[in-house]
């Protein structure tokens, strides 16, 4: 994130507006802090230690190297995210716009170990550009404890809630979410 951000206050010649979502915005937050051209920050839902087990990491590390990346896909929409089987169904019927399953098969388990140390308040300690942190309210608890302790240290923050949405607002309500975004960065 730090090259990306880098590159486009070099491109553009000025300071870099971020909007980070999950596993994005915990890495945003520890990228902030070493790239000075980012200018405002809006972060949904950063995951920390508390979002994920041992157990429950090498469980998608056991799918994933077993060939079934639609299970551990399963797995962390249903344990991690919260959604019901309903949910992940009509997730099923959507038409994909990408191979989904060769993103996961790469991710979920080495995102999962990393978050087993991620240090996510210590990160958002360094944070000083405006920051808006969205978090929904039917979100996961691990969603409302990190928002909650991140927003805490971030001296120029506020958190705006999500009515009626969880984790994946971006995908159910993007116009609120873009509203939300542009509020601060608009």
């Not at 206050?9 to 070493?34: I, K, M, N, Q």
């Not at 079934?68 to 009509?90: N, P, Y």
């Amino acid at each position: 994130m730090a090259a990306v951000v880098e590159a486009l206050a070099e491109a553009t010649d000025g300071p870099v507006d971020v909007f980070a979502h999950s596993y994005g915005a915990t890495c945003s937050l520890g990228a902030t802090r070493h790239v000075p051209p980012v200018r405002r920050l809006v972060v949904y839902e950063p995951p920390g230690p508390q979002t994920v087990t041992p157990e429950f990491v090498d469980r998608l590390t056991s799918w994933v190297e077993e060939g079934r990346a639609g299970r551990a896909m399963v797995g962390f929409l249903m344990e991690t995210i919260g959604l019901s089987e309903s949910e992940v169904d009509a997730l099923r019927a959507m038409p994909p716009a990408f191979d989904i399953l060769a993103v996961l098969s790469e991710t979920l388990p080495r995102e999962g170990r990393a978050l087993l140390g991620a240090d996510v308040v210590g990160s958002a300690r360094s944070v000083t550009c405006p920051t808006r942190f969205l978090l929904g309210e039917c979100s996961p608890t691990w969603a409302a404890d990190v928002t909650g302790e991140v927003a805490a240290v971030v001296s120029a923050g506020d958190v705006v809630p999500l009515p009626g949405l969880g984790h994946e607002a971006i995908d159910r309500a993007p116009d609120l979410v873009v509203d939300l975004v542009d509020g601060l960065l608009g």
